[in-house]
Structures are given as structure tokens and as C-alpha cells.
């Protein structure tokens, strides 16, 4: 959102004095326009104070169905009353009893105060900050992230209840993390599209879903209530905030249709199809020379046409402004940009574009009145689902008392511990046993976080757990700061933590990153830790006696090979922005209540990663004649810090794994033509070397039952993580691609078993340069994790005529 980057970064950097200069019409404050009196808008004794009978508005019978209602309600409206609510700030028209209504509400990890329609203060001092959701993709858990998604609407749904939080919520974020540099991965669920899909599509149902009415067969979608209505953004291959000479506001994404299909598009289409979402948010960058929000293609053809949406699309916040001004695409006036906009099926403009210059492009002839009454449509449905008119049954009791209560702050905290990563841990150094007697010394520059860790898109939270708290409540605690603040530019304290580290029974250093070296407008020009940090981490680890601990906060990767390989320092955790418990949460792993069990949701690349490619190429492949090296573990083929998926645990486990088969023979039409592959030099290609997946049924599954075997002393919940790899020799493919993944509980000296059911089409198929998805022929391999432990398994596509 650039308002919100107004909000947050407007004198630091570059976007933002761009779009002051742009948007000078928009009000970045927040606005308590949400204190209505009212819950709901067909509320008979409302329509009377406004002088209206509310029994002659069709819109309000609740004994029609949603599509006559929304008709009447559009038909009602003159021309400038529909074009007076295509902006987030909808005007509404009180002459037919229609009220105000904004748009913009965020839920990333908690209800947040970003957006035009919530509000802290009074009666909702707050509300709780869950962990980043980079930290709790680390878990691989989809029940937690579907048990957040309901958590957080629970709350939002009492805080609109009492006038402080609108109904339609833009979030989550699920773009994929295709550079290590990029500002916005705090926000998401990290670099593999299948993971991010799955992401959204767990929290999104947990956003939307009202229990018992999910849909299914028979349920009209469009019709289907909602909790609170969820966004996926930004669409599409937007994850360039500003590096170097390039920002998202001047951005144009060169992508192949192949990495389109494969990487960028995956996610949204997940959200849209699995998790039926309500709405996407296009994006600020243009795509192959267009920009996001006017392109027919990728809104209307894609979103709304081939993949169905039930819901609205609506742009990223001033992005019709950065469409002309910006881009100068196609050297826009104001209103062939609107028109443009409308024409390729964005429905509502988080700006103000929409609402002041429809009017005069109608008048230049580019928009139809129906392209407009569409819009409409697709918005008052989605807020007729919400029951904005009618007022929910199911909801109304929820209220303050449903907001910050023990349960959900006990939830905060556990998504932190289950996805925070033991990165390192040389003879069993972790856990420590908590000993009242002991002294320990904590130092590092985020020692006491406490907004640290609640990242951005936050709300204003319940509380904090920060770490010097949660170690002050059991051990006794020497603190020392070792560094002021995260740039660490000055060495002047590291002596005083070196000195106290001497005599300490236990040494914990928490350094990292924070929101002023990655953050939205804001990507990373290095992989390292700022100023001094490194100077104190390897000082104080020196100095000490006693275990040392490192803790890494940060969403994306650092480089921190030196501590990694510092035989004093004996383990490393890292903790993301952990969210309001967040120090509740690392000491729970640090004394051992809790055997983490979370896994990098990226890779941790090493720091001369960044000097072998632009961050505005955007290539997932390696590219030879320029030496870049690929991206994500898919394509990236050289060492690491540490490779995605990776994570220890204070016990050991090991897989028996059977497979329901070990090939599949599948019939093709006589006459069909195969695609053909690319192989590497020496390699015969098979007669029939492919088959695209959409001229099959693609009903296929193997079944995977995957005994974990907990071998260890501690009890551990542990990430089953799945990946298949096409046959040898076929060029062009990802190195091995994730396809599944379980999360499992696994008592100590026990097994339990994963059930994995795996879609033939779905598991094998790999994306062509044509874009297409194809099934290989040839020998195919599952493999079971990762590294020494993990196991493969043949399996064989015979394609025959
Ligand atoms: C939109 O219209 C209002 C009222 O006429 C004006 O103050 C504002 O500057 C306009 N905004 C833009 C971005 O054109
Ligand atoms: C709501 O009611 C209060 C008191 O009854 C009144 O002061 C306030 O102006 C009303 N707000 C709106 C938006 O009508
Ligand atoms: C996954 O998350 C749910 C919801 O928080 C939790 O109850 C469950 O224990 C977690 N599963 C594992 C295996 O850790
Ligand atoms: C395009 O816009 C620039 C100013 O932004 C103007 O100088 C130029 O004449 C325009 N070109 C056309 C073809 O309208
Ligand atoms: C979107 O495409 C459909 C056909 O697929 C068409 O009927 C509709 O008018 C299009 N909408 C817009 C806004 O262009
Ligand atoms: C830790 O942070 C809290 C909240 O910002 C502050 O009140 C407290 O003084 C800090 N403690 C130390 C030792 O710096
Ligand atoms: C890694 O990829 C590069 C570039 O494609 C290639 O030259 C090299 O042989 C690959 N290395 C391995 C170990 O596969
Ligand atoms: C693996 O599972 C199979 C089938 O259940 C069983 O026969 C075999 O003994 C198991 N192997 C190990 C090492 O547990």
C-alpha cells in the first residue's frame, strides 16, 4: 500500500516524496469514519431518521436473493452516486439509505491500524500481534494457519462490531520471495509457490469461512457468507520495493510466461481456486510493459474468467496515480487510465481516480456504464455476504471481551514457537535447564525488543513479552545492550558485555535486523549484519565461559557463516519477528519447554550472492552467458548458509516410508502429439518424452505413508517435507520441487505416521518453456526430506499409446 508507506517511511525514502507529489488528495491519517451508530445498514429505525420507508427498497428484503438486491440497489443509484463509490473511501448515497463505507482494512498477523477504517483507542486499546508471517510459515503447520485466520477474524469481526474495524480486510500478502534482498518477505510465507499457496489458502478460509457454510457442491459462491472478507496480494510478480535505481512505482517486471505460470502466478491462483477468496489486489509494477491494474489479461481474463473469483479486485493503494505518473504508460491522461483500469475489470481503486475522473473519461466516451454497474456488483455482493446489510446473527455477540483474551495470546506465542528454527545447536548446548541461581547475561541489540518484533502492517498490541522479560521471570539477568540499535554503529558498549559474558553461567546474544534494513519501499543492498554486530557476537562469544546462544531476528536470510562455524558459539535460533510473546516464545525453546521443530521457509544465501545478479532481474533460472546463479532452492544450485527447508530439533527422527506405487501408466491418444523436452547432451529422449496435464483426468494419486520415527529423549512435533524431481537428464527443470508437506507429533521413542496423498498430475508435473505443465515421461523420484536422513523413492511415468 503507498499510503501506508506514507504513513510509515514518508520523509525517509524516495516512493513516498513520489507519491506525496502524486497523491496529494489523500488523507494519510487514520479517519474514524467506522463510528457509526448503526451495525448494520437495512436497520429500519436508520432508514427513518434519513426520512426513508425501508420497506419500498428491495435491497433491504432479506427474502431475496443476493443478485436482485444488489440489482436494485445499483439501479437506484444516478450516475454520480455509482462513480462516488468506486473509491475505498465510498461516499455512499444517503438519498436511498446507502451509508459511507471504507474499504481498507489490514490483518496480516493481527488487526492492524493500517487502512482508512480501524482504529485503536477507547474501548480497543489493542489487539494481538501474532508472530510475522514468515516466522509462522516456518511451521508448516496449516492448522495453525488456518487457527490464525480464525483467531484474527474473531477479533476483527468484535472490533467492527464496535465501530473500530471495517469489514473487508487486504491481506494476506502472497508474493513469492524470489530475491533475498526484497524489503516485504516479513510478510510472507517465504520462496516456494507452493508453500505460499497453501499459506493463503489456509489463512484465507480461516479469514472468511463462517462454520458450517465453507461451500462445496450445490452452494452458490457468490452467496456464501462470509466472516471477513480476505485479499491476496499483490498480482502479480511484484517483489521489488526499491533497490538501487529501481522502485515498484517505475518498475516494469520482464517475466516469461514460464515463471508466470510456475512461480508468480501459482499462489494467487491457489488463493483464488482453494481458498476461495473474496478478492486480489493488483499491484504498482507493470508486467512485461503493463502495468498490473490495466491489464485485461491478468484481471479479467485470468482472475475473474479461468480462475472464477467470487469477489472484487482492487488496486494497491494510489496505483491508477503511479499508472500515470509514474509509469506514463502509454502516455496516460487521468482518464484513459481509469479507463483502462475499469475496462480490464479492477472494481474498486484504493485512490482516488476512480471517484473523481470516471465522470469526465465517460464524458471523453472510454468508459460504459456497464463496466461500472459490474464493479459494483462484484462490491456490493462481497459486502452481502458480509451481512453489512442485514447485520450477522452468527457474530453479533462478539465484542471487546473477544479481543486480546489469554487464549489468543497463548496462540500468539505458540505460532512463534513452532516456527522458530534451530539453526545450530554442537552438543546439545540447547536446552539449558532453568536454574533460578543461575546468572545469565543477555545482551545484543534486541535483547529487549518489544516493537521488533511485531514487524509492520501491526496493530497496536495487547502487550509485549520481551525477551529480558521472559528471562528475568525465571533466571537472574545481567543485561547489557552490547550495541544501541540495529545499525550497531558504534563499539562503545561491546566492552561492558564482554566483560559481564566472563563471569555469566550462560550467555544469550540477540542481534539481527529490524524495519529501518527491510521493510515495504525498502529492499536490502547486502546479506549481512549491520555495523558492529558481528565484532560483539564474536567478542562476547569469545569472552564467555559458559554456553553462548546466538538468536536471529530477521525475516530474510543473513549471512551468518562466522557464527555457524565459531565453535563458542553454541546455538543459534532464529525467531523472525515473533510477534507480541515473542520473548515468552524463545524462552520457552531456550529452557527446553518446547522442542522447536520449525524449518527455513527460504534459503539463507551466502553474502556474494547479491554481487552475482541484479535484484531487477527477475529470472528464477540460472542464466549462463551472465553468470547468474538461479534463484530459491528449486533453481539455486551452489552452497549455502543454510538451505531452505532446513531445521534442527533437540531429538532425532527417521522415516520407514511405503508408497501405494511405484509407477503409472497412462494412455495416450493414438496420434497425439508429445512436447517435447529439453535433455542434456547424451541423454536419448523417450519417443514420447511429455504429456500436458490438461489433456488428462489427472485423477491419479500415490499415497505415501510416512512412519516418523521419533528416536530421541524428547518429545517433538516434526516437518515432514515432500519433494519430487523430474527424470535425469531433463534440462530446464527445477532441481526438485516441493509437493507436500505434514507437520506431525511424535512422542519420544515412538512413531507416528504421515498420510500423503499425492496428485500424479499435480506432484510430477513440471512447468515447460511453453508454459505448459507437463508430466515427464521417465523415471521420476519422490524424495522424503532433506540432507543425510531423507529417503527417495522411484517412480515411473510410462506414457504409451
Ligand atoms: C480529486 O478531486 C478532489 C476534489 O475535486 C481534489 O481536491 C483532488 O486534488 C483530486 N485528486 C486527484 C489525485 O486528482
Ligand atoms: C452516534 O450517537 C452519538 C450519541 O447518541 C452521537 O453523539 C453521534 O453523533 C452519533 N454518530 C453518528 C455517526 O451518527
Ligand atoms: C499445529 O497447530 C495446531 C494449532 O495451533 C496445534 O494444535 C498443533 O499441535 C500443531 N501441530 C503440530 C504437529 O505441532
Ligand atoms: C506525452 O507526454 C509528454 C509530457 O508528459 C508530452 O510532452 C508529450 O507531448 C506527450 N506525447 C503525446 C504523443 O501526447
Ligand atoms: C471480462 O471478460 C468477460 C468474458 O470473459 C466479459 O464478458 C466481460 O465483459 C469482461 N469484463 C470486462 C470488465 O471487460
Ligand atoms: C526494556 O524495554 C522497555 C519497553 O520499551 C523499557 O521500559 C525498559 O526500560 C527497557 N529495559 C532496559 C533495561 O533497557
Ligand atoms: C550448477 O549450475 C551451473 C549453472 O547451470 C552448472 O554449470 C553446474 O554444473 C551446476 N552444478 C551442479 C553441482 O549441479
Ligand atoms: C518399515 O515399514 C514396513 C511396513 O510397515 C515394515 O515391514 C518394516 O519393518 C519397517 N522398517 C523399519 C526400519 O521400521
Known sequence: MASSCALLFCLAILCCSFLNSAAAGITTGPIHTNGNNYTHVCDKDRFASLGLNIDTFAYCDRTLPF??????LIDRMTLAEKIAQLGDQALGAPRIGLPNYNWWSEALHGVSWVGHATYFGDIVPGATSFPMVILSAASFNQSLWKTLGQVVSTEARAMYNVGHAGLTFWSPNVNVVRDP???RILE??????FTVGVYAAAYVRGLQDVEGQEGGSGVDPNARPLKVSSCCKHYAAYDLDNWIEEDRFHF????????????FLRPFEMCVRDGDVSSVMCSYNRVNGIPACADPRLLNMTVRGEWDLHGYIVSDCDSLETMADGHHWLNDTKEDTVAQALNAGLDLDCGIYYPNYTGSAMEQGKVRERSIDMALKNLYTVLMRLNFFDGSEVYKSLGVKDICTPANLELATDAAR?????????GNTLPLTSNKKKKFVITGPHGNATNVMIGNYEGIPCGYVSPLEAFSKEVQVDFHHGCWDVPCGDGGLIQQSVNAAKTADATII??????GVEVEGKDRTDLLLPGLQTQLINQVAEAAKHPVVLVIMSAGGIDISFAKENPKIGAILWAGYPGEQGGQAIADIIFGRYNPGGRLPLTWYNGDYVDKLPMSS???????ELGFPGRTYKF???STVFPFGFGLSYSTFSYNVTSSAHWIDVKIRPGKNCPPLHYADGVDAPGCPSIEVNTLPCADNLVLDVEVANTGAVDGSHVVLVYTKPPAGVLDAPLKQLVAFERVFVPAGKKAVARVKLNVCKAFGIVERTAETVLPEGQNTVVVGDGDGSVSLDFKVNLKY
Do not use: C, H, S
Not at 513452532?418 to 554442537?426: A, D, F, R, S, Y
Not at 527477475?618 to 549462463?624: E, G, Q, S
Open 510 to 515: 540477540f542481534a539481527g535486523i529490524d524495519l
Open 418 to 426: 513452532q516456527g522458530i528454527v534451530l539453526l545450530k545447536n554442537e
Open 181 to 183: 534482498r526484497w524489503g
Open 618 to 624: 527477475m529470472k528464477l533460472r540460472p542464466v549462463d
Open 67 to 72: 443478485p436482485d438486491r444488489v440489482a436494485d
Open 188 to 193: 510472507t510465507p517465504g520462496e516456494d509457490p
Open 636 to 638: 539455486f544450485n551452489g
Open 252 to 263: 516494469d517486471a520482464r517475466v516469461t510466461e514460464q515463471d508466470m505460470a510456475e512461480t
